[in-house]
């Protein structure tokens, strides 16, 4: 059975930090794309940061300078560090696996889906 857990959300004040983990479990094969993403209430996800194959990562823009995504292959784990958090960090962060072997930042590309994990950022 397929399985993304996440854990490490939880409540801090502006400023603070957080460190994020997803663990993928059932996989056959490697993982070649894993991503964060973050969503609020009423609006679309959004991507986050992507580590695609061993060692490329991605950090979009709006959390580039304060947000990292690393990538623990044997454990088949990702992480997301996250820095200097503001309250508009505040949301719902899923990790979800992409395993067509393909570079993707749109949600619909990837396969599976962590249940996610809630980050509030208190001013």
């Known amino acids: 059975q397929v399985q993304l857990v996440e854990s490490g959300g939880g409540s801090v004040q502006a400023g603070g930090s957080l460190k994020l983990s997803c663990t993928a479990s059932?996989?056959?094969?490697?993982?070649?794309?894993m991503a964060w993403f973050h969503q609020v209430p009423g609006q679309e996800r959004q991507w986050v940061a992507v580590?695609?194959?061993?060692?490329?990562?991605y950090h979009r823009g709006t959390w580039s300078a304060r947000f990292r995504i690393s990538r623990d292959n044997r454990e088949n784990t990702i992480y997301l560090q996250m820095n200097s958090l503001a309250p508009t960090d505040t949301g719902m962060y899923y990790c979800a696996a992409d395993t067509s072997g393909d570079l993707s930042f749109g949600p619909s590309s990837y396969d599976y889906w962590g249940q996610g994990t809630q980050v509030t950022v208190s001013s």
């Open positions: 059932g996989f056959t094969q490697a993982i070649p794309s």
């Open positions: 580590a695609f194959s061993t060692t490329r990562t």
